[in-house]
C-alpha cells in the first residue's frame, strides 16, 4: 500500500518544476520585451514667420529715370540737313513726336484771321471773323486753315527742302527748324530731349505783333550760338523784292522772336526795321 503513495509524491514533484521553469522563461522574455524602445509617433515640423516681421515683397524692375538734358551746357555740331539725321536711332521716335502737332499752329489762325479782319480789301464789309465763323464765309472756303487744313498734321517729310536740325556734341539733344510754307504756315522750331523722347516747342514772342500779322519770312537756318541765343536767319521773295530776317532763339527759354527785317526790291534800297 506505500508504494502508490510514493509515485503520487514523485509526479507532484515534476509537476511543479515545470510550473517553476514555466513561469521562469515567461519572467525572462517580458522582462527582454521591456528593453525595446517604443517608435514614437514623428510630427512634421512647421516653419512658421515671427508675427512682427514682413516678407518683403518681390522686386518690380522699374525704368530708370534718365536725366533731363541741360541745356545750358549743350554744344552742338555742325548743322545739316534732314539726310544727315534720318539713319540715326532715335529719328523714328523723333518723327513720331512731330506728328502730333497740327500743321497750321494756333498762333498762324490767329495770325490770319486777325489780317482777314484788319484787310480792307479782302475785307470790305467789315465782317468781325472768329475762329468760329471765318471758313464759313465763301470767300475763306479756299483758305489754308479751311477745309482739310484744319486737321492737317507736321510731317517729317516737311523739313525735306529746308528745314534744318542741329545735334548736340554728345549725341543728348536736338534743335530743329521747320520754316514752313510761304506766309508762315507750318513754322516751328523745337528743342528734342533724345534719351528722354521729349520734343518742346519754341514759343514765338512776337508773330502776330510783327507787321500786324504773322511772319511773313519765317527763321530757316541755325546760326552761332552766343550764350543763351541763337542766331537764325530767314528770307522771302517775290515779284522783284525780297526781305532777310534776323530772329533770335533763347534755348534755355525756348522762345523765338523777330529782331531785324531787312526789305528791298530792285533798284531800291533796303529798308530795315529793328524789333
Do not use: H
Not at 490767329?110 to 482777314?116: F, Y
Not at 467789315?126 to 465763301?138: A, F, G, H, V, W
Not at 533763347?250 to 531785324?260: G, R, S, V
Amino acid at each position: 500500500m506505500k508504494q502508490p503513495l510514493k509515485g503520487n509524491i514523485t509526479a507532484i514533484i515534476i509537476i511543479i518544476a515545470i510550473v517553476a521553469i514555466t513561469a521562469g522563461v515567461m519572467g525572462w522574455l517580458i522582462a527582454k520585451q521591456s528593453q525595446i524602445p517604443v517608435a514614437q509617433p514623428v510630427m512634421p515640423i512647421v516653419q512658421t514667420q515671427p508675427q512682427n516681421q514682413t516678407i518683403p515683397p518681390q522686386a518690380v524692375p522699374t525704368q530708370q529715370n534718365l536725366t533731363k538734358v541741360d541745356w545750358n551746357a549743350i554744344q552742338f555740331d555742325a548743322c545739316g540737313k534732314k539726310d544727315k539725321y534720318e539713319k540715326l536711332p532715335w529719328w523714328n521716335n523723333f518723327s513720331a513726336q512731330i506728328a502730333k502737332y497740327n500743321y497750321y499752329s494756333d498762333n498762324y489762325v490767329d495770325s490770319v484771321i486777325k489780317s482777314a479782319n484788319e484787310n480792307k480789301y479782302l475785307n470790305p464789309d467789315k465782317i468781325k471773323y472768329t475762329r468760329e465763323n471765318y471758313c464759313n464765309y465763301k470767300s475763306n472756303s479756299n483758305s489754308t486753315i479751311c477745309g482739310n487744313g484744319k486737321d492737317k498734321k507736321l510731317s517729317i517729310t516737311d523739313l525735306d527742302i529746308n528745314g534744318e536740325g542741329c545735334l548736340a556734341k554728345d549725341g543728348s539733344a536736338f534743335v530743329v527748324v521747320f520754316p514752313g510754307e510761304y506766309m508762315g504756315g507750318g513754322n516751328y522750331v523745337f528743342r528734342y530731349d533724345i534719351n528722354n523722347n521729349f520734343l518742346e516747342e519754341a514759343q514765338k514772342v512776337n508773330e502776330t505783333k510783327t507787321y500786324g500779322s504773322y511772319w511773313v519770312d519765317p527763321p530757316s537756318a541755325f546760326g552761332k550760338r552766343i550764350g543763351n541765343i541763337i542766331k537764325m536767319t530767314g528770307g522771302a521773295g517775290d515779284a522783284g523784292c525780297g526781305s532777310e530776317t534776323e530772329f533770335d532763339y533763347n534755348i534755355i527759354a525756348n522762345t523765338i522772336k523777330m529782331t531785324n527785317r531787312c526789305w528791298q526790291c530792285e533798284g531800291e534800297k533796303p529798308k530795315c526795321t529793328a524789333y
